[in-house]
C-alpha cells in the first residue's frame, strides 16, 4: 500500500475499531492483581493473627508507608515510561526517599541496640521466607501490569519491565504487611526491599520480549 | 533500501495511530511523535539484526525526518511551547532579535527595555531554554 494511500484510509477512519481506552485497562489490571495478590494471601499464607494489635503500633504504619509509597511512585514511572517522549523527571530520584527514611530508621534502631541484639533486628524470624512471599503476591499484579502496558507504548522496554515489576512488588509487599509479624525497621529496609527487587528484577529481563509492539 | 524506509514510515503512522491515546497533549507533540518513530526504527533495524546499524550513533537518524517540510512548523509550535515557559523580560527579547529578526536596537525600541537588558535577557533566555530542552 502506498503512503498517501495509507494516511488516507488512517484520516477518513475506515476499518475503524471502538477501542478500549488503554488507561483503563491499566487501572483494572492493577485493581484485579491487587484483589488477585490479596486472595492470595489469605488463602496461602493466613492474615497475621495480631493484625488487631499490630495495627496500633507505628512500626506497621512506617512498614505499610514504606511500601505503599514505593508503590504510589512506581505507579507514576509505570505510567511516564509507557507514554513515548515522556521524561521520567524526578520520579527515579523521588523513589529513593522512601528508602533512604526506611534506611536512616533502620540506623536509629540498630544504634540504639545491644550490640548481641543487632542480628535479631536485622533477620526477625521470618527472613528467609519474605522476599520469595513478597514475590509470590507480587506475581498477580506482575503480570496483570505487564499485560496492560502492552497497550500502551513504553519505548524503553528493560525499564518499562523493571518499573511494572518494582510496582508489582510494591504492592505485593503493601499486601504481605497484613500477614508478616515483623515489625523492626532494619528487617524492612533489607528484605521488604529485597521482596521488590525480584520481581523489578524479573520485569528487566522479560520486559524487552514482552512489552514490545 | 527505499522500501525499507517506506515501509518504516507506515509503521510508523500506524503506530501514531494506534497509540493516540499515550499522547498527553500537555507534552509537545513533536517529542512524542519522534519517540515512536525512533522506537520503530530501533525495533526494525533489531529485527533485521543489522549489526552495523545497531552500532552505530542514533543521532544520525534525525536525517531520515529531517527532510520532511512539516518539521518547522512542528519545531515552532514546540519552541512556542517552551517560550511560554520563559519570564516575560527573557521571553521578548529571544521572539523579537531570534524569532522576527529584529537588531537589538529595534527589539529595544519596541519593548521599552534599554539595549544591555535585552541582550542579558537573550542570554538567560537561551540557557534556560536549552536546559529545559535537555530536561534539567
Known sequence: MKTDDLITMLATGSGQESIVNPWRNLMLAIGFGTIGSTFLMVKAIPINPALGTVMQLLEFWEKLG?????AAISLLLVIRLSQPGVRVGKALPALMAPILAIWVL???AFAGAEPGQRAALFFGNTWKVCPFLITMLASPV????????????????????AAAGLFSGAVGAVVYCFHCPELDAPFIAFWYLLGMLIPALAGAVVGPKLLRW | MPADVEDLVQESLLAIHNKRYTFDPSQPLGAWVYAIA?????DFLRRRGI????????ENIGELFSHSNVEAAEARRDIMKLLDQLPEKQRMPIVHTKLEG????????????SESAIKVGVHRGLKKLASLVSGR
Do not use: C, H, Q
Not at chain 1, 66 to 70: D, K, P, T
Open chain 1, 66 to 70: 514504606f511500601a505503599a509509597s514505593i
Open chain 1, 106 to 108: 533502620a540506623g536509629i
Open chain 1, 142 to 161: 506482575f503480570v496483570a501490569s505487564l499485560w496492560a502496558m502492552r497497550d500502551l507504548a513504553p519505548t524503553r522496554l528493560r525499564v518499562a519491565g
Open chain 2, 38 to 42: 525512533n522506537y520503530k526504527l530501533v
Open chain 2, 51 to 58: 549489526r552495523e546499524s545497531l552500532n552505530e550513533s542514533l
Open chain 2, 102 to 113: 529584529l537588531s537589538v536596537e529595534e527589539a529595544a525600541e519596541k519593548t521599552g527595555m
